[in-house]
């Protein structure tokens, strides 16, 4: 069974940058859909962006585009997300999960979770 650890959290200024990491233990990212997600207080869980294992393609919600980038590097079994021009909006805890099969941003189509880093940006 894979296991996930997020990493990466902090505390930055609007504007800043962060660089998310996710590990797996006990397998391998292969096969996987790999997405960050997020949930800042009083929301629901929202997809951040995901990645296919299969082809590589990507997905990114509207709030992040052109600031965020997701990516996976296979030889040291890590995804991570890459943050630039932080904004308060983005305060939450955000999560990396996976999913056998087809990439998707539907967030209850996720089986395995990390256990969350916090990210909080100030204004």
């Known amino acids: 069974e894979v296991q996930l650890q997020a990493s990466g959290g902090g505390l930055v200024q609007a504007g800043g940058s962060l660089r998310l990491s996710c590990a797996a233990s006990?397998?391998?990212?292969?096969?996987?859909?790999i997405g960050w997600f997020r949930r800042a207080p009083g929301k629901e869980r929202e997809a951040v962006s995901c990645?296919?294992?299969?082809?590589?393609?990507?997905y990114y919600g509207d709030s992040v585009k052109g600031r965020f980038t997701i990516s996976r590097d296979s030889a040291k079994n890590m995804v991570y997300l890459q943050m630039n021009s932080l904004e308060p909006n983005d305060t939450a805890v955000y999560y990396c999960?996976?999913?056998?099969?087809?990439?998707?941003?539907?967030?209850?189509?996720?089986?395995?979770w990390g256990q969350g880093t916090q990210v909080t940006v100030s204004s």
């Open positions: 999960a996976i999913r056998s099969g087809s990439m998707t941003y539907d967030v209850r189509s996720y089986d395995a």
């Open positions: 006990g397998g391998t990212f292969d096969d996987y859909a």
């Open positions: 990645i296919s294992s299969y082809d590589g393609s990507t």
